[in-house]
């Protein structure tokens, strides 16, 4: 009986694990944002880019579900600073889609793809990373750790799928309308990146204002 409790209790978590990575990762803007990018690229250029993101994006989740809070003790790093950094890179990418004709990404970019934008800060980006060490963190232990390993895995899978037939999805736009979603996802994603800088800073406003305070009082 008391298996069977574990074994409801380890699926019960599980699929809280993959629908709260799922959510946060958001696979739909990893896509988007990868067509835009590759586009006019050749198709073994454009697996290889997949390849890498999602081994990176893979090996930086479990790494931070494994080791997260030690990470974050022993630097003294918070999430609010995760969440800015995670923002003012995905500026600096959007404002280079919005600028961009196609010749910036070439072959001899392929890394930079795969690591920014696509692996961090979109698969395994600031709030994806809080999330897995948040659920990794929790009182399940080893049951735990399992669900969100699952849940890593599931979500980079649906995003795997997605750049897969993304192209094919959106030739269905026609020339005109591959014209405008670059721009357009480009003005989607600098609006996810002002978000990211947003919510960070208000997340680190309350230990700012403290800090504020203590200074003031010596």
């Known amino acids: 009986m008391d298996l069977i409790a574990q074994l409801a209790e380890f699926l019960s978590f599980s699929l809280i694990a993959i629908a ?5 990762m958001n696979p739909a803007s990893t896509v988007a944002v990868y067509t835009a990018l590759t586009k ?4 073994c250029e454009c697996r290889q880019i997949i390849n890498s993101s999602m081994k990176i994006a893979f090996i930086v989740l479990a790494f931070f579900a494994l080791t997260g809070q030690l990470i974050f003790t022993i630097f003294n790093i918070t999430v609010p600073a995760f969440q800015i950094a995670g923002g003012i890179l995905l500026v600096s990418v959007a404002t280079g889609m919005l600028g961009t004709k196609g010749e910036t990404y070439s072959a001899e970019n392929l890394e930079h793809i795969s690591v920014v934008p696509l692996a961090f800060p979109l698969s395994a980006g600031p709030g994806t990373i809080t999330t897995v060490i948040l659920l990794a963190s929790g009182p399940e232990g080893l049951y735990g750790l399992l669900a969100v390993f699952l849940g890593i895995v599931v979500a980079l899978a649906i995003s795997y799928v997605g750049m897969i037939y993304g192209p094919w999805i959106f030739s269905l736009i ?21 978000q990211f800088i947003i919510n960070g800073i208000a997340a680190a406003m309350p230990q700012l204002l403290t800090n504020l305070d203590l200074s003031g009082v010596i």
């Open 40 to 43: 006019g690229m050749a198709e």
């Open 20 to 24: 709260s990575i799922v959510a946060v």
């Open 174 to 194: 026609g020339e005109g309308g591959l014209r405008v979603v670059p721009k357009l996802m480009a003005i989607i994603v600098l609006a996810i990146a002002i």
